[in-house]
């Protein structure tokens, strides 16, 4: 099985989105409470990251005997990145899923 890049998922997803409606293009002045999802998944996505730097950091800091790191910090740190990573990680499984459902679907 190959890798799927996100980019070229996100891509061919908007194309979808496109067709579905027609051919028409996002209005952009449409409704200003519209929310781009390509920017919500990449924020989403840089914010785990973040969780797992500070995490790490956070472990490596108590690694060197540091005074105002303690064991607590470190593992609700620890914690609370992993969680991130796996509800990151079934978001990505359900987009695939639901990628490979629309692909699979008859015209």
């Known amino acids: 099985m190959s890798e799927i890049n996100a980019s070229q ?3 061919q997803l ?3 989105a496109r ?4 051919g028409v293009g996002v209005q952009e002045s449409a409704a200003p409470q519209q929310v781009d999802f390509s920017q919500l998944l990449k924020n989403a996505i ?3 990251n ?3 730097q500070e995490a790490g950091a956070l ?7 540091e005074r105002n790191v303690d064991i607590a910090q470190v593992m609700v ?15 990505r499984n359900q987009l695939i899923s639901a990628y490979k459902d629309i692909m699979n679907m008859q015209i």
């Open 50 to 52: 973040e969780s797992q």
């Open 59 to 65: 472990k490596k800091a108590f690694e060197l005997g």
């Open 46 to 48: 840089d914010h785990v």
């Open 19 to 22: 067709a579905a409606q027609g």
């Open 77 to 91: 740190a620890s914690q609370k990145a992993g969680v991130e990573f796996q509800l990151m990680l079934n978001v």
């Open 9 to 11: 998922l996100l891509s």
């Open 14 to 16: 908007q194309a979808a």
